[in-house]
T-cell receptor
Framework: RKEVEQDPGPFNVPEGATVAFNCTYS??????FFWYRQDCRKEPKLLMS???SGNEDGRFTAQLNRASQYISLLIRDSKLSDSATYLC???????????FGTGTSLTVIP | DTEVTQTPKHLVMGMTNKKSLKCEQH?????MYWYKQKAKKPPELMFV???????INESVPSRFSPECPNSSLLNLHLHALQPEDSALYLC???????????????FGQGTRLTVV
């Protein structure tokens, strides 16, 4: 079983739409959780860390459910510039191992 | 300085060549990583160095040989690669912290490797 599972999409949404991505992880000992964004032929860049209490950064909201081993990302009022692949990342902590989900492709359409 | 710098950006090598990929960071991070990324796939962890010691080897073939000369540098030595090894090789670094602390990994721009 993979460490981190994501729906690969693709998600094609109109500008202004709200879109949600989900991710599950298999190791209950996982310690840290993140959403990264990767543009075509670029390196992954941190979008936001995910905290147990949930956290928000502008149009982006991340949630963590440790009991269900589930992470989510909500993007409100989608912009064309949000088009990218969104990667769920889990750090098992003990070995500082960052494991990536398969990534979810988002295209925001004018 | 929040950069991880990788060189070269592109590399074409033959199956009998020996080459090295280099990675540098000056953020004081004590954990450094090599990842391999094929097209339309997520990055796959290869190696983790913690305090300049190899702590994780994800069953990577011996034709890939990592080296961490000091806390700022990480190399990946390549020898006798196969065409299927062609990929984007990403270096990353993070603070080495106790479990439970959220600390993100910073990635370099990668070396796009083609084996011919």
């Amino acid at each position: 079983r993979k460490e981190v599972e994501q729906d690969p999409g693709p998600f094609n949404v109109p500008e202004g739409a709200t879109v949600a991505f989900n991710c599950t992880y298999s190791n209950s000992a996982s310690q840290s959780f993140f959403w990264y964004r990767q543009d075509c032929r670029k390196e992954p860049k941190l979008l936001m860390s995910v905290y147990s209490s949930g956290n928000e950064d502008g149009r982006f909201t991340a949630q963590l459910n440790r009991a269900s081993q589930y992470i989510s990302l909500l993007i409100r009022d989608s912009k064309l510039s949000d088009s990218a692949t969104y990667l769920c990342v889990v750090n098992k902590g003990t070995g500082n191992q960052f494991y990536f989900g398969t990534g979810t492709s988002l295209t925001v359409i004018p | 300085d929040t950069e991880v710098t990788q060189t070269p950006k592109h590399l074409v090598m033959g199956m009998t060549n020996k080459k090295s990929l280099k990675c540098e960071q000056h953020m004081g991070h004590r954990a450094m990583y090599w990842y391999k990324q094929k097209a339309k796939k997520p990055p796959e962890l290869m190696f983790v160095y913690s305090y300049e010691k190899l702590s994780i080897n994800e069953s990577v073939p011996s034709r890939f040989s990592p080296e961490c000369p000091n806390s700022s540098l990480l190399n990946l030595h390549l020898h006798a690669l196969q065409p299927e090894d062609s990929a984007l090789y990403l270096c990353a670094s993070s603070y080495r912290t106790d479990p439970g602390t959220n600390t993100e990994a910073f990635f370099g721009q990668g070396t796009r490797l083609t084996v011919v």
